[in-house]
């Protein structure tokens, strides 16, 4: 089994709808979760971070965390062509040596269709 | 968010030479900086943690021998590829944890390089 898991898609949205992309995870003690968007050819970008459960709103985007489903999510709402791309979701897992590092999920890429 | 930079941003060379990745946080300082290889439609995959002024800490399966990495200074960390070989060709990309006077919202989030494409002849 995967650490981070992701659909890799490809997932189409039509412009305007509400785009949802899932992760889950393996490491139960896992405490930051990362949802970070990387355009073609470009490097990631940090677009939400969240620790607890429940939702954190930002924007157009909302990050759901379940830890007892071991799950989290990345609302996209008002969907614009320039959500297209590709989304990691990144875990930081509990093990004290790997305190610091992130493992990232395969990536969900988006499709925003006009 | 914090901003780190990368040099160069692309490099082609010929197979046996060596390559080497510079990767600065420039508005803040990084005890901890982190390595990441991407190959085409394929996922980023972690080769190393590297701290300053200690020896990196290198991921399953990386040879520490052929990616040497030095973090001299909190603002600055180096990937150098030794011998490289066309099966090295990839995307590079550099990472640097918010520590202290950065202008992220906490100090756990990781900031990304705009990366280094490497081609091997």
């Known amino acids: 089994q995967k650490e981070v898991e992701q659909n890799s898609g490809p997932l189409s949205v039509p412009e305007g709808a509400i785009a949802s992309l899932n992760c889950t995870y393996s490491d139960r003690g896992s405490q930051s979760f990362f949802w970070y968007r990387q355009y073609s050819g470009k490097s990631p970008e940090l677009i939400m971070f969240i620790y607890s459960n429940g939702d954190k709103e930002d924007g157009r985007f909302t990050a759901q965390l379940n830890k007892a489903s071991q799950y989290v999510s990345l609302l996209i709402r008002d969907s614009q062509p320039s959500d297209s791309a590709t989304y990691l979701c990144a875990v930081r897992p509990t093990l004290i040596q790997g305190a610091q590092k992130l493992v990232f999920g395969q990536g969900t890429r988006l499709t925003i269709n006009p | 968010g914090a901003v780190v930079s990368q040099h160069p941003s692309w490099v082609i060379c010929k197979s046996g030479t060596s390559v080497k990745i510079e990767c600065r946080s420039l508005d803040f300082q990084a005890t901890t900086m982190f390595w990441y290889r991407q190959f085409p439609k394929q996922s980023l995959m972690l080769m190393a943690t590297?701290?300053?002024?200690?020896?990196?800490?290198?991921e399953q399966g990386v040879e520490k021998d052929k990616f040497l990495i030095n973090h001299a200074s909190l603002t600055l960390s180096t990937l150098t590829v030794t011998s490289a070989h066309p099966e090295d060709s990839s995307f590079y990309i550099c990472?640097?944890?918010?520590?202290?006077?950065?202008?992220?919202?906490?100090?756990?989030?990781?900031?990304f390089g705009p990366g280094t494409r490497l081609t091997v002849l």
């Open positions: 590297s701290n300053e002024g200690s020896k990196a800490t290198y």
């Open positions: 990472s640097a944890r918010v520590t202290s006077g950065g202008r992220g919202s906490s100090y756990n989030e990781q900031f």
